[in-house]
């Protein structure tokens, strides 16, 4: 899984600490979240998308196989 949060906390002029403070994790979440290292609970997901503005399924980006059933 690939996320845009780095692209989108950098448009919104925060810093991995703000944004973490946003949504109420540890800096070092952040950092998993944007190398793609920690899949994120739904609420987390949803929390962090609402603080960049932007939906879910735009923040998160799946390859096609880590989608099939």
């Known amino acids: 899984m690939r996320t845009r949060i780095k692209e989108l906390r950098a448009r919104h002029d925060l810093t991995q600490e703000d944004l973490a403070k946003k ?16 899949n994120p609970s739904l609420l987390l997901a949803m929390k962090v998308a609402r603080a960049l503005e932007i939906g879910v399924e735009e923040l998160f980006l799946f390859e096609d196989d880590e989608l099939e059933v």
Do not use: A, D, M, S
């Open 23 to 38: 949504v109420g994790v540890r800096r070092e979440t952040i950092v998993f979240l944007e190398k793609g290292k920690y």
